[in-house]
Structures are given as structure tokens and as C-alpha cells.
């Protein structure tokens, strides 16, 4: 973590111990912090990407089965901007269905496009009626806590407080009341925790247990880890900020950290939320 964010956590420290919650507590969570690269159409960061636009896949890639969200530019993206093994180069292409049935395994995808490849303009709008945004996506390099206070205990008995930190729900409450004063929501986020309109447990680990279910359904590819701890947030969107009709809609793109380092992108799996 950069010197510089984690001190940039001073108001949610103050808030916490105002709360009565032990320092030691405090200083652990605060431990937790990642960086994060939060996407917004306004403000004066560079501009990173963009929602919409022509769709350039390579002529050997498939058409896409969902509508195209945004494409990024990671030669843009400082390497510090999230702690992620992205590529340093080349565009990420997130895509995303918003849709109210339920099947996990269908709600979207990513593709790398490398720096140079050979690319021809694709239909990217898909078959949903959702008006997407469009436009430049500019970067502000944030810090992310947990936003999910509870973690599923073993042999169905219930859920309980994040291992190692028993006061985390306090220090989830105080986050929230801190964070739009540390870390203001954005349309797009790479990296760091997920987050949705109504966290329990971590929505990266809702995901993973949509990923083993699909496996063992036959519809999605193995291998996966059921351990959450293999995995990470790629991208969240909260759709819900620019899609007029959707909102409280969050995408959530995650992957086994394995498969990001070996540049798998097509093992990303896509979970959607919404509370209308």
C-alpha cells in the first residue's frame, strides 16, 4: 500500500475510535486497505477509457454475447493505481448483460486485446434494451476497505464476524459513514473490495459460490477454487449510476488471482446484483 493513501485513511481512523472501537482493532482493519482504481465520467483525472465507443476485438476473437460496457487502457493505468497483475499494456474490454433472470454464468466477460493486435469494429450493442453510457472514463487512485461485515461459517451455521477481526461490523459502519470523504463512489472500480447496494458478506465470495454452483451445473468451465481467498475483484460497475431503470445494479467481475497472472481473462466470471 502507498505511503500516501493509507494515510489518507486518518478520518475513518478517528471515526472508528470515536466509536469506542479498540485502536488495535482499528489498526488491524486498517491493514486490510488495498488500492484501488476508481472510474468516473467527471473530474480532473487523465482519461484511462471509456464507456462505449466502437468495439475493436481481433478478427479471430468471437462475437461477444453481451453488450459492451467500457474499454480500458492499461498503458494508461498506473502500475500502482490497484495491486492486480494486469497486463502493462493493450485495451481490457468489459462486457455485461443487465438482466432480471437469475443464471450467474451468463451475465458477461472480458477480453484483452494486446497492444498492436490486428482489430476490426464489432456490434457491441447486444440484444438488451438498457441505453448504456458513453464517454471518457477519468482515473482518481483510491484506497478500499471491506464493505462486507460477515463471513458464511462452516457446515451451514450461519454467518459470523470477518476471521481475526471481531468488531467488524463497527468498523463497517464506520467506513461507510467516511468513505465519500476518503473515496467517492464512481461509476467503474478496478481492483480493491466489491461493494453493492446492500453488503452482508463479501460479494466476491457470493460470486465464487456462483461459480462452483454453475461448475457443478454444467454450465460454466472448471476448474475453480471454492476458496474466496483465490480470488479477486477485477471490476465492479455500478450500472445503477448510469443506466436509467437500473439503478441499485452493481456488475461485479471477478477471477481466480491464478488466472490473472497467466492473462486468462476468459476465466473472468460476471455476477450481477440489483435492488430495485
Known amino acids: 500500500m502507498i505511503r500516501e493513501l493509507r494515510d489518507r485513511l486518518g478520518p475513518f481512523r478517528d471515526e472508528a475510535l470515536a466509536r469506542g472501537i479498540p485502536a488495535d482493532d482499528v489498526e488491524r482493519w486498517s491493514a486490510l486497505a488495498r488500492p484501488c482504481a476508481t472510474l ?8 484511462v477509457g471509456r464507456f462505449g465507443g466502437p468495439l475493436l476485438l481481433p478478427a479471430d476473437a468471437p462475437d461477444p454475447a453481451h453488450p ?21 499494456d493493450g ?25 498492436g493486435a490486428a482489430v476490426a469494429e464489432r456490434d457491441g450493442r447486444g440484444t438488451g434494451d438498457a441505453e448504456y453510457p458513453r464517454g471518457p472514463l477519468r482515473l482518481r487512485i483510491d484506497v478500499s476497505l471491506p464493505y462486507h461485515e460477515a463471513v458464511a461459517l462452516p457446515d451451514d451455521q450461519g454467518h459470523g464476524p470477518l476471521p481475526g477481526h471481531p468488531r467488524s461490523e463497527d468498523l463497517v459502519e464506520a467506513w461507510n459513514s467516511t468513505h465519500d470523504d476518503i473515496a467517492p463512489w464512481g461509476s467503474l472500480q478496478l481492483g480493491g473490495y466489491s461493494a453493492e447496494e446492500a453488503v452482508f458478506t463479501d460479494p466476491v465470495a457470493d460470486a465464487v459460490s456462483d461459480a462452483v454452483r454453475s461448475v457443478r451445473e454444467d454450465r460454466w468451465t472448471g476448474p475453480v477454487s471454492a476458496d474466496p481467498a483465490d480470488w479477486v475483484l477485477l ?22 488471482r491464478d488466472d490473472l497472472v497467466a492473462r486468462r481473462f476468459d476465466r473472468v466470471f460476471t455476477t450481477f446484483f440489483w435492488n430495485p
Do not use: K, N
Not at 467500457?70 to 495491486?83: E, F, H, K, N, Q
Not at 471490476?235 to 436509467?244: E, I, N
Open 40 to 47: 468516473t465520467a467527471h473530474g480532473d483525472g487523465p482519461v
Open 68 to 88: 459492451f460496457v467500457a474499454s480500458l487502457d492499461l498503458a494508461a493505468l498506473p502500475a500502482d493505481a490497484t495491486d492486480l497483475p494486469l497486463p502493462p
Open 91 to 115: 485495451h481490457l474490454l468489459l462486457f455485461a448483460e443487465l438482466e432480471h433472470e437469475y443464471d450467474p454464468a451468463e451475465r458477461g466477460g472480458v477480453v484483452h486485446v494486446p497492444a
Open 235 to 256: 471490476a465492479d460497475w455500478d450500472a445503477g449510476m448510469d443506466v436509467t431503470g437500473w439503478e441499485g445494479a452493481v456488475v461485479h467481475w471477478v477471477v481466480q
